[in-house]
């Protein structure tokens, strides 16, 4: 070693390295890198003032330390939350939003993102897993219909409880495929399995369904198989909830049915009118000549 000779050292391993002749601090770079991953991250942690209170102009000394790991947690709850697709956490707007918060941020990809949405809701679901163990009774509502596109039929399943401090809760259990026929005996047992999976068969209080013909054979057969389990809440007089809302739709559909050609025949005048912003101008002219208002 030459005598007086610069040196550096490592504070995480106490290695001595020499200064480049050229200034470049490259070299000690890819050393702090290898020697974080051997021996952990000791660096000095990044201070954060963060105002204490929105009435006061005070601020406060806070440690902030970048979580990766966290950050993805967040993110998957961000795009489940907003209902938004995997890709949005690759989009160019995205990545400069989160560069522009911190400068730690690492891009993740769609596949990264599907996984920790799905490892989210597994986490999600024992969570309220362990909220049932506590809960006496469960009522459920549950509904089908085919899609428009896809021409595939959907099953929701919604949990609801009342808990210790008289909260009335409300979660989506299940929402899932149900291949076809749509009979009641296949509706039944794509309910109880969901019931089943979630450990609540013997907490079910009501089941509230529309008045679908294939609904009464599905809740007749679970009734069937939950007096077999005797685990029926009086003598399972309240098992079979109807929708209201189903109800008071079908009696204002049949009140509608004597004037269902004058409905039909306005149906096809406001098409015809909306169709072009040429219809709508003349429209709105006539409209002015006769003194009636109009809206668009």
């Known amino acids: 070693m030459v005598k007086n000779e610069k040196m550096a050292v490592c504070k995480l391993c106490r290695y001595p390295m020499k200064f480049s002749k050229t200034g470049s601090t490259t070299s000690f770079n890819r050393h702090v890198d290898k020697c974080v991953l051997a021996h952990g991250d000791k660096r000095q942690t990044q201070l954060q003032f963060q105002p204490s209170d929105e009435q006061s102009s005070e601020v406060a000394l806070l440690k902030f330390k970048y979580d990766h790991s966290e950050m993805r947690k967040v993110i998957s709850h961000y795009i489940l939350v907003n209902e938004l697709p995997f890709r949005h956490a690759e989009s160019f707007m995205f990545d400069v939003l989160m560069r522009k918060a911190t400068p730690f941020w690492e891009k993740i990809s769609m596949q990264t993102v599907k996984k920790d949405c799905f490892s989210t809701y597994e986490i999600e679901k024992r969570k309220l897993k362990e909220i049932f163990k506590f809960v006496r009774k469960i009522n459920i509502t549950t509904d089908m219909?085919?899609?428009?596109?896809?021409?595939?039929?959907?099953?929701?399943?919604?949990?609801?409880?009342?808990?210790?401090n008289w909260n009335l809760n409300m979660r989506v259990l299940n929402f899932c495929n149900?291949?076809?026929?749509?009979?009641?005996?296949?509706?039944?047992?794509?309910?109880?399995?969901?019931?089943?999976?979630?450990?609540?068969?013997?907490?079910?209080?009501?089941?509230?369904?529309?008045?679908?013909?294939?609904?009464?054979?599905?809740?007749?057969?679970?009734?069937?198989?939950?007096?077999?389990?005797?685990?029926?809440?009086?003598?399972?007089?309240?098992?079979?909830?109807?929708?209201?809302a189903h109800i008071l739709n079908l009696c204002a559909?049949?009140?509608?049915?004597?004037?269902?050609?004058i409905v039909g025949k306005f149906r096809d005048g406001v098409k015809y009118v909306a169709v072009s912003e040429g219809r709508r101008i003349k429209f709105a002219e006539i409209s002015l000549a006769l003194g009636i208002k109009y809206k668009f």
């Open 178 to 244: 149900v291949p076809p026929p749509h009979t009641g005996y296949m509706i039944s047992e794509a309910l109880f399995k969901c019931l089943n999976e979630w450990g609540i068969v013997d907490k079910i209080g009501t089941i509230t369904v529309d008045n679908a013909k294939a609904n009464d054979v599905a809740l007749r057969n679970l009734k069937q198989t939950f007096s077999v389990r005797k685990k029926l809440s009086i003598d399972g007089k309240l098992f079979h909830a109807r929708c209201c």
């Open 253 to 261: 559909k049949d009140g509608l049915d004597p004037i269902d050609e």
């Open 145 to 164: 219909w085919t899609s428009s596109h896809q021409k595939l039929g959907y099953m929701v399943v919604i949990g609801h409880w009342i808990d210790s």
